[in-house]
């Protein structure tokens, strides 16, 4: 390895070290040189559509990442982010602004360059900066760059602040030391003596206290300390009041949260109990006009310690002096978490006198109706049931901010806001860089998967309108809430209330996507919001199982190209066995032999149940003693709550029998489980309709549920137009059906899977929605038009296309590559396959035994409309394709019988995530020379497996690594032994938790393919994947 690197390298390198993954900005001819540098380095390319935006986007990246970066060029590019950058410095955001600079003789020489003043002096807009960032560094020697590039990067983690770094156009590629691990950034300067110390004396003190009290201000969120703070609140029961700007840094349903502290814009009897207090812990702190409410919400200053990032300003702060270092004050606040039950006793403080807090008033909040009113409280706080733990929130200047005050906010929540620099247009660009900064934190494992959420008025839209186009280019789903209000609302309120300056020109914003490049499949959505119908109060009423049957009939009668005879049905298929409920004042039911009873006429329709066993299932089972028992007949009464509702269901729908399992398959005799299992495809997928009890664990849980209907109304917009007609909207999460399905109780079992799938109709009973899914659309109680941004997952148009020159469906011909033998499954349909097997893995086993069986159905219907062989999970003409499947959450080693060869996502336990295969630039650099699976049953390869094994040919690669623990801790820093490339840097994706990587070691693996700069690998020996990207 070469002692030496480039410049731009080393200083992107650093970046990397300190956290940054990707680097925001816009090339000009002066940093073309050093922009070529970023991906060498282990970072991502953002590139934005202007500089303003990509100083906001760096920004808002910053807020999470505890850093950011911006490159743009010399004079315009600078210039154009100068708000920005100067925005960053105001609110202590640390962004390192890179400018690609003028070659060193020409500055020396004093030429009159393009992108300068023509003066000559080309240091000016360097001086411009001077006053916004808190270092400045022009890189123009070699021997001095590396420390200055450390220091400037100290400085910008240290106050948390911009700093400005000048590389001439002609240092990019100047030979400098290759970058060691970063000490001289983060040197330990500080003894584990004087925080203990410090922490003790801040114990004291609030011991002493009668009545103390914690504000937290906004700047604590650059600390990195939300946790601690949370949990000194938590032990402690200090009352605990955040400004707007430091709103959403605590945990609202922490009984020590008070809310927001107003000043005059609050109840004046809380702002004499904050003068009452003797000791304010106040962290953060920003004692601004806007965040103070005009300096009315004030402290007093001689019974308050301010908390600074690296320091404690106090009258008597003698004794808690912090030296400056990246986390003084983080490590203060964790050293006295850890003492404080063992050096104060537990006290009751007096409770400051709250009113109105947005939780209360949201519980208060009667059901809408389309002619409610709307008004901004009302608005604020019934959008907040959208938000969910993980998101990131964002609010721009004016109204937006002010009505986020009214947010009720989840745990985990981040609120993003400005409260002093206050540039209209910020929070768009910044939402893009806050999006890209979630994602890289949920990949890491550093923050869990939450989405993010931007509130926008129609006139700061238009200011930074572009950042959209940024957000499709680096594929970022960002909910965004435009309020159109015509014009600037605040602005108006402070003065000319109907001056035409306040105006703007009115937007066609559902457009917006669309003109900015969003692909034209993309699952991308703008679109107006739907009308939410009338609700009942339970879920099995009258007029809900009317509107259900409605859509049971419109479906079976007029959905004839798809629901009528899909594809995974069989036209006069019956079930071994069925039940008959008898007809509507039938008390009991019995069960059938359908070759016996059903035998002569038409095959009947029936319906089939989704639901849950439970963890001790006691409701009735069809065992090989109770036969002649079912077969005679028994009371319906006697059935479990679920079953007794479904024969309610059954009887509305005019449909006589019924399929389930625990009575249509013996329980007690393994020969008639594995003859009826693997024909579970064929009972689903001829049902006239599959009913699921999604809100209930077990069979006594029961179908129906009551609801408060104003816990799941959506927030009312009446839209007025100018000759006065008016139209109710509602306000609804875009992962609505999900939220009401997917996390429901039965869903996340295996079985239910294929269930969903395969069967042509589905009636959810969720906890507080019924939902339908056919062929042909979708809908619920409160849509009955359609969900709003929902694209089903039963769709299979993709699975009946016939290529061209194809005798089957779903299938290519053979065009070399990585096809094995016979005839390619087509992308669209091996894509699926693969979203299929992503969100199955997600799914629980009371027998992780069943993992192929209850996946069978599903496999049997691909194979059947491809005649593609199926191998354990996997398809032999895409093996190579589908080998790069990796574990996002691993677990221990299955300890149960075998069930699938190492190399199929069936053999482990957990979520995977199956790598798609991509047209165009793909290299496979392996040959699959044989793969065989061993079954128990010749007549179905689909379950039953036993073993199975898979010859390669490829080429070993050694490499040494060591763990990159300063960007993540899972991150793992590679070189090829061999000497040659630049090390790169990679995530090891392993299969088990027993496969553990130490500080640093050796390793082969075989390289399955390459897709342009990209490599997919496997490690060998031994059974660990890794997706090693190659920058």
């Known amino acids: 390895m070469d002692d030496t690197v480039d410049l731009a390298e080393y200083l992107f390198t650093r970046l990397r070290q300190i956290g940054v993954g990707s680097v925001h900005g816009v090339p000009g001819d002066y940093n073309l040189a050093s922009l070529d540098h970023v991906q060498r380095a282990g970072l991502h390319w953002v590139g934005n559509a202007n500089e303003l935006n990509a100083g906001y986007a760096a920004d808002g990246y910053a807020r999470l990442k505890g850093a950011g970066a911006l490159a743009t060029s010399f004079g315009v590019g600078e210039l154009s982010a100068l708000n920005a950058v100067a925005g960053a410095y105001a609110e202590k955001v640390p962004v390192v602004h890179i400018v690609g600079g003028p070659p060193r003789a020409a500055r020396a020489a004093r030429a009159c360059l393009h992108h300068s003043l023509g003066d000559g002096d080309l240091g000016v807009f360097a001086a411009m900066y001077a006053a916004v960032t808190v270092a400045q560094a022009r890189l123009d020697c070699p021997a001095t760059a590396p420390r200055l590039v450390d220091e400037v990067l100290r400085a910008c983690l240290v106050e948390s602040r911009p700093v400005y770094v000048e590389l001439p156009s002609d240092m990019a590629a100047a030979q400098v030391p290759r970058p060691t691990m970063p000490a001289a950034i983060f040197p330990s300067t500080t003894s584990v003596e004087l925080y203990a110390c410090r922490a003790q004396v801040l114990c004291s003190m609030i011991a002493e206290a009668e009545r103390p009290m914690i504000l937290v201000d906004g700047f604590t969120a650059r600390f990195d300390i939300r946790e601690e703070i949370n949990e000194l609140v938590r032990i402690s029961q200090i009352p605990t009041l955040t400004t707007p700007f430091g709103k959403g840094i605590v945990n609202e349903t922490l009984p020590g949260y008070k809310g927001i502290f107003c000043g005059a814009m609050g109840n004046k009897e809380l702002q004499d ?58 490590r203060l606040v964790q050293y006295t978490v ?119 008025g129609e006139g700061s839209l238009q200011m930074s309108a572009q950042a959209i186009s940024d957000m499709i280019r680096n594929r970022l789903d960002v ?29 066609r914003n559902l457009e917006a996507p669309s003109f900015f490049g969003a692909p034209r499949d993309d699952l991308l959505e703008s679109e ?112 479990p709550q679920t079953f007794q509702d479904l024969v309610v269901v059954a009887r509305r729908f005019g449909v006589r029998y019924m399929w389930i399992d625990c009575f249509c398959i013996i329980q007690d005799c393994q020969d008639d489980w594995e003859a009826e299992a693997p024909m579970m495809r064929q009972v689903y997928a001829n049902a006239a309709c599959n009913i699921a009890a999604s809100a209930s664990d077990s069979p006594e849980g029961g179908l129906f549920r009551s609801r408060t209907i104003q816990d799941i109304w959506p927030g009312v917009i009446v839209k007025k137009s100018t000759l006065g007609h008016e139209e109710s ?52 109680k409160g849509f009955p038009n359609g969900v709003p941004l929902y694209d089903s997952p039963k769709s299979i148009d993709q699975l009946l296309v016939r290529p061209e020159g ?95 060869p190492s190399w199929s996502w069936a053999s482990v336990d957990g979520p995977v995530d199956m790598s798609k295969p991509v047209l165009g630039d793909v290299e496979p650099l392996l040959t699959v020379l044989e793969v065989q699976v061993s079954t128990k049953r010749e007549e179905d390869k689909t379950v039953g497996v036993t073993g199975g094994f898979i010859k390669l040919r490829g ?30 840097s990679a995530w090891p994706w392993l299969d088990t938790t027993e496969v553990q990587f130490g500080e640093g070691g050796a390793f082969d693996f075989l390289v399955l393919h390459s897709l342009k700069d990209k490599m997919v690998c496997i490690e060998g020996p031994g059974s660990s994947r890794w997706s090693l990207g190659i920058l």
């Not at 005009?294 to 004794?319: I, Q, Y």
């Not at 042509?760 to 939902?771: A, K, N, W």
């Open 955 to 984: 080429a070993f690669i050694t490499a040494s690594y060591t763990r990159d623990s300063t960007r993540a801790p899972r991150l793992l820093q590679i070189q090829l032994d061999d000497g040659g490339g630049t090390p790169f």
């Open 806 to 900: 194809t005798e089957r469906v779903g299938r290519l011909q053979d065009q070399g590559g990585n096809c094995f033998r016979e005839d390619a499954m087509a992308l669209d349909v091996v894509n699926q396959w693969c979203d299929l097997v992503t969100a199955y893995s997600h799914c629980h086993f009371t027998n992780p035994e069943d993992k192929l069986y209850a996946f069978s159905g599903i496999a049997k219907f691909f194979q059947e409309i491809t005649d593609v062989t199926y191998i354990a999970g996997m398809w032999r003409s895409r093996i190579l394709d589908l080998l790069g499947w990796v574990v996002t959450r691993p677990k221990a080693k299955p300890s149960g019988a075998y069930r699938a």
């Open 273 to 330: 109990w904050v003068d009452g207090c003797d000791l304010v812990l106040h962290f953060g702190p920003l004692r601004s006009d806007v965040n103070t409410f005009g300096f009315s919400a004030r402290t007093n200053v001689s019974k308050t310690l301010f908390f600074e990032k690296n320091a404690v300003e106090h009258d008597d702060s003698t004794n808690l002096l912090l030296l400056k270092e990246v986390s003084a004050t983080k």
């Open 729 to 780: 909207v509602y306000c609804v999460d875009s992962n609505y059906w999900d939220r009401n399905l997917l996390t429901s109780p039965l869903h996340t079992r295996g079985w239910v899977f294929q269930e969903r799938f395969l069967g042509p109709r589905q009636l959810y009973f969720t906890r507080d929605q019924v939902l339908w899914e056919c062929l042909e659309g979708h809908r619920c």
């Open 479 to 507: 909910i965004i809430f435009v309020i159109n209000n015509g014009g600037y609302t605040i602005e108006r309120l402070i003065h000319g209330f109907s001056a035409s300056y306040n105006d703007v020109q009115p937007w």
């Open 528 to 639: 107006e919001l739907f009308v939410f119908a009338e609700l009942e109060g339970n879920t099995g009423s009258a007029t809900t199982l009317d509107t259900v049957y409605a859509w049971f009939s419109e479906c079976s009668s007029h959905h004839q190209e798809r629901c009528k005879n899909p594809p995974t049905s069989t036209d006069g298929w019956l079930p071994t066995r069925l039940l008959d409920v008898g007809a509507n004042s039938a008390s009991h039911w019995k069960l059938l032999i359908s070759d016996i009873d059903l035998r002569g006429g038409p095959a009947p329709a029936y319906l089939t149940l989704s639901y849950r066993w439970g963890t001790n299932p006691q409701h009735a089972l069809w065992l090989l003693s109770t036969l002649d028992q079912y077969r005679k007949g028994s009371r319906i009464s006697d059935l």
């Open 338 to 456: 850890d003492i404080y039950e063992a050096c104060i006793a537990v006290k009751t403080y007096p409770c400051p006198p709250i009113r109105n807090l947005p939780m209360d008033l949201l519980k208060e909040l009667p059901a809408p109706t389309s002619s409610s009113p709307v008004d901004q409280q009302t608005f604020w706080l019934r959008v907040s049931r959208l938000f969910r733990p993980g998101d990131i929130i964002l609010t721009e200047t004016g109204t937006a901010s002010y009505g986020g005050q009214s947010f009720v906010l989840p745990e985990n929540t981040i609120l993003i806001n400005s409260s002093l620099w206050l540039s209209i247009g910020y929070t768009l660009a910044a939402a893009q860089g806050a999006a890209l900064a979630q994602r890289e934190m949920f990949q890491a494992g550093d923050r869990p998967h939450g989405r993010t959420i931007l509130f926008e």
